[in-house]
């Protein structure tokens, strides 16, 4: 965890500037500084009620824990991405119940599947300001490493308080560089149960080819339902607990959209880099971006090659592949987009400008000068550092040595009172590591975790000795792989939830190999952890300066003021419209026809034979758009989102469903540092589609009549 503070001082959410276009992911608490542009952009929503966690329709958007979703239903019914609820299909399939492909429907409630494990639903119920708690005793005579403490004890106590309400889950995030700190509280849904899936060739249609590409013809969507005691409370998953009732659910338009219409989004999006100093954005596109798409790309090629020809193990790596060949693209989309808009060079502008205006004054230069030398410095290290990180990260994909690593450091942490543990290691997080560890279960197979660990040791030994674990090699080299993969018991489920409980004794005491190469390697990590916790606490202190200054200077501009996105809730609007650029025109929707053309049999462009009958037959009901006189598919809007707006809902004016954001384009993922509204576009699924398929294709009138669509 890292900390980025700057001194408290006026309230930067207060002087924040009108955005240019459609630009920001706003706080809710941020709607009244922006109520007019909105109104005048077209929202009927007042401002004042999506500022209102308690009211709709904010109370009825949820996180998935890194996707986002929402209720659509007065019986816990919750609609996201089919990407977002992928894991849980691929979860409960096999060969001869292949959902991945075929799709998956409960027609009653009692036929519905628990989800994977692990699997959350997060109402959101506050978002408050404790920036205060925060900084309580953070002073300038502490140490760098005493800053880092402090903070990580007062987070730690405004969490356990949360906590102490049932069945929340809490945590504190840092706005603007640390200017702000918020804490904010969801009731966790510990029994989600999947309850639809279209089948690949509509969920997943165009897969890996049409990925951040428009025209797109995806059925991007997908059904959990939560469910809790029958006394209300958030209990783990039961055959006698119940739908939860949420206070609010979205209602599905009547009307759809059509090209020019105002669409406001409500999600947990991910990271964004906006604010990063120019010399961090020149090591990451320079070093880090093209390492690891690199590196995604051959673990992807690798596990396809080691399941070609075996289903059940091309089932149990689906929803890794699938995750990697997505952020391996998204990288060439960021890496490509940095140069077409010349992100590196605008940064440099935007450094210089910032130094020149600290420059020309002594007072700005006593206040902002040294820090800035040293975050510099402090920045450059870390830039070394981080091409190693990398390469030694892959060591993580080997699911085995993953698992044994995570035990021993859990039943080190446990030696420890519960307040001072690490986060992650804390008793509130046994259930979510208990599941973690069991997901292994179906998505493993120990002949492809060894090729991987053998793939991964070659990137491992490229980092220089002394810079790597070198303990954790030499231990490896007495074993051996087939020792460590012949002889261990972890691949067990049952015996690797058991070490759960055991204390580090036991560990240091086992002849298992994959625990003995835990507890070598330890040590290393260990001390690699207390170096980069004073490393933070370094460039904490210099970051909450420089950032002071960065933000007054942005502000002496009149530009945007808005903060990078935490995976906290965020509010954004724009307009559904296509794009004209450099003589290629994109129309704002896409249609059934146009998949039909897609549509070859086979792969990735393989729909269901019912749906392309249905589409020859321009049997569309009720779901025909009048102006483009057939189904849409898919469109475009404006709407700044990132990573983690997966599933978002899309609201008309009137606050309204009216589809889910899954993607952006390929040109446009350099959003995530800077915001060009001239190539910016999200690709949402249209809920006429999702409507139209429900209906005609899958025949899910049980979801329909539950959503007051029939």
Known sequence: MTFRMIAA?????????????????????????????????????????????????????????????????????????????????????????????????????????????????????????????????????????????????????????????????????????????FLQQQLEIKDVRLVYAPAGGIGNFGGETDNWQWPRHTGDFGFY?????????????????????????????????????FVMLAGFPGNTNRWRMASETKSVFADRYPLNQKLLSDYSDLVNKLTAGNQAAQIKYASSVKGADNTKKNLLGQMAGADAIRLIEAKDEEDKAF????????????????????????????????????RMGQLGRAQLLSAATTLYRWAKEREKPDALRETGFQDRDRTPRSEGLKQIERRFDAGVDRQIMEWALTHYRAVPAGERNDALLTKLDTIGLDKLYGETKLADTATRLAWLDKPAAEFEASTDPFIQLAVAAYPWSQKRLDEEKDESGKLNEAQRTVM?????????????????????????????????????????????????????????????????????????????????????????????????????????????????????????????????????????????????VMDKVDGADNLLKEMGVK
């Open 225 to 261: 339902r939560a469910y809790v005691g029958p006394d209300g409370s958030s209990a783990s998953y039961s055959k006698d607990n119940v739908p939860y009732q949420p206070k609010s659910w979205l209602t599905l338009a009547k009307d759809g959209l059509k090209d020019g219409d």
């Open 355 to 390: 130094r020149a205006w600290v420059a020309a004054d002594l007072k700005r230069q006593a206040a902002y000068g040294p820090a800035l030398a040293k975050l510099d410095a402090l920045l450059a290290a870390q830039d070394k550092r981080a091409v190693n990180d990398i």
């Open 9 to 181: 001082g006026v309230s930067v959410l207060a002087l924040a500037a009108p955005a240019a276009a459609d630009e920001g992911m706003w706080l809710p608490s941020q709607m009244a500084e922006v109520a007019a542009q909105m109104k005048e952009a077209g929202a009927q929503v007042p401002p004042e009620q999506l500022a209102d966690l308690t009211k709709a329709p904010m109370n009825a958007i949820v996180s998935l824990g890194g996707c986002s979703a929402s209720f659509v239903s007065p019986q816990g019914l919750v609609v996201s991405n089919h990407h977002c609820v992928y894991g849980s299909i691929q979860y409960n399939s096999k060969p001869g119940q292949d959902y991945l492909t075929d799709g998956f429907l409960a027609k009653d409630k009692s036929a519905e599947l628990p989800a994977a494990p692990g699997t959350r639903i997060y109402v959101i119920e506050d978002l408050r300001n404790v920036t205060t708690d925060m900084l309580k005793g953070v002073t300038p005579k502490l140490t760098s490493r005493q800053r880092y403490d402090r903070m990580d004890a007062n987070r730690k106590v405004l969490i356990a308080a949360c906590e102490k309400q049932p069945n929340r889950r809490c945590d504190v995030r840092s706005y603007f560089g640390g200017e702000r700190y």
């Open 548 to 692: 002071a200054g960065r933000m007054a200077f942005t502000r002496e501009q009149g530009k945007p003021v808005y903060p990078d996105a935490n995976s906290s809730l965020r509010i954004t609007w724009g307009k559904v419209t296509g794009r004209k650029q450099d003589g290629v025109a994109w129309s704002a929707f896409t249609t059934a026809e146009g998949m039909a053309a897609k549509h070859t049999g086979k792969g990735e462009f393989d729909a269901p034979e019912k749906a392309i009958a249905l589409i020859k037959a321009k049997d569309y009901g009720s779901y025909t758009a009048p102006e483009l006189g057939t189904l849409p598919v898919n469109y475009l809007t404006t709407v700044d989102i990132t990573g983690g707006n997966s599933g978002s809902a899309t609201l008309n004016a009137k606050g309204e469903l009216v589809g889910l954001a899954f993607d952006g384009t390929l040109d446009g993922v350099i959003s995530d540092w800077r915001f060009n509204p001239e190539i910016n576009r999200t690709i949402h699924v249209d809920h006429r589609y999702m409507l139209w």
